[in-house]
């Protein structure tokens, strides 16, 4: 199934598509060291990248009329900054807002299905409205701005389209499902909230969900503190239950069913296997190198090992929430190598980061984990597959009929 991929970053997102049996066109990133990331890794071979058309640019200047219209799917993350908790929040007065961009290139290339990835801040109050204007852009991509009109006047065009429903089966209409989820619920081994917005082509008439979640805190919490597998998988003492659990882990041991989830996977699970970084063995393994100067302080404390860890951000040693350091078993902290940083990405051990530790470290940030990816990209994929089938047969049936 064929695709494009926009705003590629290191390649989190395209990585987990093309796992799912897409085939990117064009995989477009203006930003020149996640392009070296990308370019690196198809000089030593890595496969899942081999056939990656690559363009280092904008995508606005890129010529889409190499890529045939009516292709698969369309996917990206439109840069985030103008909706991140850590950003200026001016959305729509925000140049760095791609969501316009990515609404043209649709239009353009008409894909059967888009996935749009972005920032849980999307979805605050004080966003509503242009989070709704987005929305209905993306059902509705070919009524672009007319001249000057600023968007409040384009989402009451866009509202009044919607209610009236003249072009729903007729133009080019998505029907589109945003969804926030928890990466952590799908076997991430980090808490990190985005929004989802999937679309399909209307006329295609696929129904589709968001995947149930496969992981849950309360397996966690079974396997740690009512089993203890957690505990003994990882050759250590089951330790005392915390007093803050016990209420919660009581009702765990009273329930009738048993839970239907995988555990949570928590930073001891990501970095097991790895060396510390600070020892000899360490500098053999790429990216897996030590960082000096981590310090905790009230508001900036690491990811505890036996929990999911906190949301990787864009950035280093000035990032709030100390969300790129651990907590050892000690309570010392030390910064997340990248190595380790890229499997709570669940980006493969063999894939390899280009550029400086800030980087690499704001390419791991802004990434869609790889596995979250996958499973999106693999159940719109069946609902694709599915509809084509359905087409395949409707013809077959009418062919059978005009012969009989």
């Not at 209307?202 to 503190?225: C, I, K, N, R």
């Amino acid at each position: 199934m064929r695709s494009v991929e926009l705003f590629a970053g290191a390649g989190g997102l395209a990585m987990g598509c093309e796992i799912a049996g897409f085939e990117h066109l064009a995989v477009v990133e203006w930003d020149r060291w996640a392009c070296d990331t990308v370019r690196e890794n198809q000089r030593r071979g890595y496969p899942l990248l081999a056939s990656w058309n690559l363009h280092e640019g904008d995508v606005r200047t890129f010529d889409w009329g190499s890529v045939p219209q009516g292709i698969e799917l369309l996917a990206g993350g439109p840069p985030c900054q103008p909706f991140s908790i850590g950003g200026k929040h001016k959305a729509q007065a925000d140049k760095r807002d791609m969501f316009p961009a990515t609404v043209e290139v649709i239009r353009r290339l008409k894909p059967k299905a888009f996935i749009v990835e972005n920032v849980k801040g999307l979805t605050r109050a004080t966003f509503a409205n242009y989070f709704h204007y987005i929305q209905l852009q993306l059902e509705f991509p070919e009524l672009p701005p007319i001249g000057d009109e600023d968007w409040s006047g384009h989402l009451k065009r866009l509202q009044e389209e919607k209610t009236s429903g003249r072009n729903k089966g007729t133009g080019l209409t998505y029907n589109v499902v945003p969804t926030l989820v928890n990466a952590a619920n799908y076997g991430v081994p980090q808490k990190r909230e985005r929004v989802f917005l999937v679309g399909f082509r209307d006329d295609l008439g696929v129904e589709w969900s968001f995947p149930e979640p496969t992981h849950s805190y309360d397996a966690l919490l079974h396997d740690q503190w009512i089993t203890g597998v957690y505990w003994r998988r990882h050759g250590l003492r089951t330790p005392d239950l915390p007093l803050r659990l016990a209420g919660r882990v009581a009702k765990l041991r009273q329930m009738k069913t048993p839970l239907t989830t995988l555990p949570w996977r928590t930073v001891r699970d990501a970095i097991q296997g790895l060396p510390a970084p600070e020892s000899r063995g360490a500098s053999k393994i790429p990216n897996h190198l030590f960082q000096p100067g981590a310090k905790s302080y009230p508001g900036h404390t690491g990811s505890p090992l036996d929990l999911p860890a906190k949301t990787l951000k864009a950035g280093d040693h000035g990032v709030p929430g100390g969300e790129n350091m651990l907590v050892r078993d000690d309570g010392s902290v030390r910064y997340f190598t990248v190595r380790e940083s890229a499997r709570i990405q669940t980006f493969p051990d063999g894939y390899r980061f280009h550029g400086s530790w800030t980087e690499t470290m704001r390419q791991l940030g802004n990434a869609v984990p790889v596995l979250l990816a996958q499973r999106v990209a693999s159940s719109v994929a069946e609902k694709l597959a599915m509809a084509e089938l359905g087409k395949f047969k409707k013809a077959n049936t009418g062919k059978r009929r005009a012969t009989a």
